[in-house]
T-cell receptor, first 115, second 112 residues
Framework: EAGVTQFPSHSVIEKGQTVTLRCDPI?????LYWYRRVMGKEIKFLLH????????ESGMPNNRFLAERTGGTYSTLKVQPAELEDSGVYFC?????????????FGSGTRLTVV | AQSVTQLGSHVSVSEGALVLLRCNYS??????LFWYVQYPNQGLQLLLK??????LVKGINGFEAEFKKSETSFHLTKPSAHMSDAAEYFC??????????FGTGTRLKVLA
């Protein structure tokens, strides 16, 4: 089975520009999560989708971040306008059942650098 | 509230030596505890988990961890390091929820 796919793998943009990250979860996984790791720090939760609905977006840093999940399939995370502090690695994960006890499948991440 | 502390952002061991990666947690509810590993250019992969029951849990690739409630610890061990174990390891805690609280990670280097 294909894993969680994220692209691009790397993105370098200038401050003030817009970037869109994409995540393709494992087929059939209703639950999709976004996490972020700022350099040297812990991986932090951003938000959780069940199908196309946002269940929890309490980790989203501010309103420059917009996440969508079209038709309950792939998800995008848009940053507009990007700031220097948005640099980091953005991970997407998916699971069939909701709940950490089942474990999630993570993608390899998108490394975003804002200059 | 929950939190995780991983002691040592970088750990080096010789091939064949014991691997010990330390993790302490704080949790106001009975914790679920996890170790994830990230190999270069790959996603995070679940190594092992503790939810309930036996406190010594075994995972993939010969790793194991022991939940010690009195010490609020969940250290990861492997008796004999292999070159292929070089990676970054993340300890995480959660409750009966869908959200992980991760530590800052420990990068393991295995010396030939």
């Amino acid at each position: 089975e294909a894993g969680v796919t994220q692209f691009p793998s790397h993105s370098v943009i200038e401050k003030g520009q817009t970037v869109t990250l994409r995540c393709d979860p494992i087929s059939g996984h209703d639950n999709l999560y976004w996490y972020r790791r700022v350099m040297g720090k812990e991986i932090k939760f951003l938000l959780h989708f069940v199908k196309e609905s946002k269940q929890d977006e309490s980790g989203m840093p501010n309103n420059r971040f917009l996440a969508e999940r079209t038709g309950g399939t792939y998800s995008t995370l848009k940053v507009q306008p990007a700031e220097l502090e948005d640099s980091g690695v953005y991970f997407c994960a998916s699971s069939q059942a909701g709940g950490t006890m089942y474990g999630y499948t993570f993608g390899s991440g998108t490394r975003l650098t804002v200059v | 509230a929950q939190s995780v502390t991983q002691l040592g952002s970088h750990v080096s061991v010789s091939e064949g030596a014991l691997v010990l990666l330390r993790c302490n947690y704080s949790s106001s509810v009975p914790p679920y505890l996890f170790w994830y590993v990230q190999y270069p250019n790959q996603g995070l992969q679940l190594l092992l988990k503790y939810t309930t029951g036996a406190t010594l849990v075994k995972g993939i690739n010969g790793f194991e961890a022991e939940f010690k409630k009195s010490e609020t610890s969940f250290h990861l061990t492997k008796p004999s390091a292999h070159m292929s174990d070089a990676a970054e390891y993340f300890c995480a805690v959660s409750g009966w929820t869908y959200k992980y609280i991760f530590g800052t990670g420990t990068r393991l280097k295995v010396l030939a």
